[in-house]
């Protein structure tokens, strides 16, 4: 699930991959995957698992009152 | 006639110190309800604020990424980004979102805290906030928080080292104006830490009342993107931080309940 939508994803991917493969890699983001925080600086080593569930985040208007 | 002349002092003077940072403007601005990005960036100028709200969400997946950005529009070298946990119900959720935002904005550690009630009156939830204060505290955030005007959890937020304490003046949205200006004062007169007004504002006179009351800031959205012209009220608010500001160091003149003439009275010829 990247999120909160089921994906079907290329076998061994990693997270710069991932990011590539959804065309994000010129926005800034984060990466949460089952809950914990992956770090830009372990992209390239992070791979995931069936079943994983992803969530990728941006800053976005909002906020005050 | 004396020789040293008392000059208004200026904004550079008399900065908005937070968590260490000072900053010249007192109006800290949301960013969301506008039209467009255009709109945003071109409002957030005409208020002159240096801190503005940021929420975070989810990434548009299968969606064009050209479409511009926020944190582009509005760059970081122009402003502080306080990244906040609007929409957060519980403690848990507001925790992930500051910790997910301090991955996306690079270790940025000043978060703005809100957890809310219930969707009607979008009140704060004290209990899930105080425990969402003590373990974002504890992992190093700099939170200011959303509360409500009560003093006695205001001070504690404080004492729980929050670095700024923002009670509600009225209802998020519902631009009411400062319901209960005598809470709002006894929490500035206990307080250390800044005290800003966040939400329930709805015109520039409510903005100058915060200030006038000692609020060292003021926090709103709705009240800005909501107007029929954003732009001039974005420039109103402006004006009205800072009047009410220069009210306020300037020592307002007693109520009294009857008149007191303003021309001497020596020196009349009739």
């Known amino acids: 699930m990247i999120n909160g939508q089921s994906e079907q994803l290329p076998e061994g991917l990693n997270a710069t991959g991932l990011i590539a493969h959804l065309g994000l890699q010129a926005q800034r983001l984060a990466l949460e995957v089952n809950r914990e925080i992956v770090p830009r600086s372990r992209f390239d080593s992070h791979y995931f698992n069936p079943g994983d569930c992803v969530e990728i985040v941006r800053a976005i208007g909002g906020g005050g009152r | ?270």
């Open chain 2, 1 to 270: 006639m004396s020789t040293v002349m008392q000059t208004a002092s200026p904004a550079s003077t008399d900065p908005l110190i937070i968590d260490g940072l000072a900053y010249q403007s007192r109006l800290l601005v949301g960013t969301g309800k506008y039209r467009d990005l255009d709109q945003t960036r071109q409002a957030i100028e005409a208020s002159g604020a240096q801190i503005i709200t940021v929420a975070i969400r989810r990434t548009n997946i299968g969606q064009s990424s050209d479409e511009p950005n926020l944190l582009e529009v509005l760059p970081a070298d122009r402003y502080t980004y306080l990244p906040n946990t609007a929409g957060c119900y519980s403690a848990a959720e507001a925790v992930r979102t500051c910790r997910l935002a301090r991955e996306l904005l690079d270790g940025h550690t000043l978060v703005k805290l809100e957890v809310l009630g219930d969707e009607k009156t979008l009140f704060p939830d004290i209990v899930q906030t105080l425990e969402a204060a003590a373990t974002l505290i504890a992992e190093g955030f700099r939170v200011m928080v959303y509360t409500n005007d009560d003093p006695i959890i205001a001070k504690r937020l404080e004492d729980m080292g929050c670095v700024a304490v923002m009670p509600l003046a009225a209802p998020i949205g519902s631009g009411l104006g400062i319901r209960n200006p005598h809470n709002i004062q006894t929490i500035i007169e206990n307080a250390t830490v800044p005290i800003l007004v966040d939400a329930g504002v709805g015109c520039a006179s409510d903005a100058a009342i915060a200030m006038e009351l000692g609020c060292d800031g003021v926090l709103m959205n709705t009240a800005i993107a909501g107007a029929s012209n954003p732009l001039l009220m974005a420039s109103a608010m402006k004006k009205a931080i800072e009047a009410g500001r220069e009210s306020w160091l300037a020592g307002r003149i007693p109520k009294k309940r009857f008149a007191s003439a303003s021309s001497p009275v020596d020196g009349t010829f009739f």
